[in-house]
């Protein structure tokens, strides 16, 4: 899998279309998780692709809530990006606002953990430490469970892509943390460099 843009460019691509510094700060983590996951899965030569994946996933999201993955086809070709980037970032509306069935097991992790990456993120918010550094799974399972916490985080999505991925939802837990604790400093850097 070759990634048809530099990092650079897809972050401009990004930043075209979303100016919300929420949405830029998802785009964000969830590029670091892409790669976090790329590496722990043994697919460390393809990280790159995983990573710009991640950070492309929402691109039309902002401009075009309704029509979310319907419109991110032709921003991402007018932006340079490949068919087969187009059908991973697509793929992970899969049911909800895409046809795109996730195949790669790169589409499948980016399918589990677009959602919880957004509930892990609202759940640090409400710690003392508005950190994941000090977050347990135990904490992540409680907040999962509290369908009033961070609902728009659809927990149906979250144990769906547990599943495809023939993983256990503790484990989807337990991993997408500690992605997000190895990459939480990198992430507030760039968005301070971003202010």
């Not at 979303?18 to 998780?33: A, R, S």
């Not at 590496?39 to 990573?51: N, Q």
Request: charged residues 30%; glycine residues 8%.
């Amino acid at each position: 899998m070759q990634s048809q843009i530099t990092r650079e460019q897809a972050l401009n691509l990004l930043k075209k279309y979303n100016k919300e510094p929420f949405h830029i700060q998802h785009g964000l983590t969830v590029e670091k998780v892409m790669r976090w996951f790329a590496r722990e899965l043994g697919y460390g030569e393809d990280e790159d692709y995983w990573a710009i994946t991640g950070l492309l996933h929402d691109i039309d999201f902002e401009l075009y809530p309704e029509e979310h993955c319907q419109r991110a086809p032709e921003l991402l070709r007018e932006g340079g990006v490949g068919e087969d980037m187009i059908h991973s970032v697509c793929s992970h509306g899969y049911g909800i606002c895409s046809d795109e069935k996730p195949e790669h097991e790169m589409e499948k992790v980016l399918f589990a953990v677009d959602e919880l990456t957004g509930l892990i993120g609202a759940a640090a918010l409400m710690r003392p430490s508005k950190s994941v550094m000090d977050m347990e799974v135990s904490s992540v399972k409680k907040k999962f469970k509290d369908k009033r916490f961070a609902a728009g985080c659809s927990r149906d999505i979250i144990k769906s892509g547990a599943q495809d991925l023939g993983w256990e939802l503790n484990d989807l837990f337990d991993r997408t943390l500690k992605a997000m604790q190895s990459c939480e400093e990198e992430i507030r850097r760039e968005m301070e460099a971003e202010a």
